[in-house]
């Protein structure tokens, strides 16, 4: 009978304590360009998931000069081998700097985001901002973009990556005038964490079981 209740333990366990995974597909704000890899958000992001009590891998599938076509692109062969139970989306940046229309803008992130509902993954967007210099009228219908799909689709808004770092505090950002220092990238990583953190899952059912 001991015998018994050992396996059926052994049983749930592994689901109960199975590694979740959230999929970072993003441009060179999450791709630590110009810094150490280490000191980039998204493996900040890994470490604090550790730290609390979070049993998630992070997979960055971020690639400097991306564009949400690029992502668009490369998403389904990467879904093809890589589950996730979170995405989060920071793209656009490229497109809005190029120019490119606003609806082909919105019709690449449309694609991603039902690519991924489809394969049940709840996903984080994190809006994109432009300088005023493009424009009212294309930076505000740019910026609109990201409210406007994530009422449609249902799906969670952050703040903006750089909130409080690219105007407020200049000296945080690289010689390029685009790309933040290591030195921000902690503050990236708390813009995000806020709504990230509710979308997350512990791994209750196993202390449950073990006790």
Known sequence: MRLLLIISTCCFLPAAVAERTI????????????????DGWVTLLQDRLHLQGYNYRVINASISGDTTAGASA?????LSHEQADI????LGGND????????????????IIRQLL??????LL??????????????TKFREIYTELAAEYGITLSRFILDNIVLEQPELIQEDGIHPKAEAQPMMLDNIWFDLQP????????????Q
Not at 87 to 90: S, Y
Request: proline share 5%; no cysteine; hydrophobic share 45%.
């Open 96 to 111: 809005g700097l190029r120019g490119l229309s606003i609806m082909e803008i919105k019709k690449n992130l449309v694609r």
């Open 23 to 38: 999929l970072v597909l993003a441009d060179s704000l999450s791709a630590s360009y110009g810094i150490a890899v280490e």
């Open 87 to 90: 995405a989060v989306i920071e």
């Open 118 to 123: 489809q394969k049940n993954i709840r996903v």
């Open 199 to 210: 979308m997350l899952k512990k791994n209750d059912e196993a202390h449950e079981i073990l």
């Open 126 to 139: 994190i809006p994109m901002q432009i300088p005023p210099n493009y424009g009212q009228i294309y930076t």
């Open 74 to 78: 490369r998403l389904v062969p990467l």
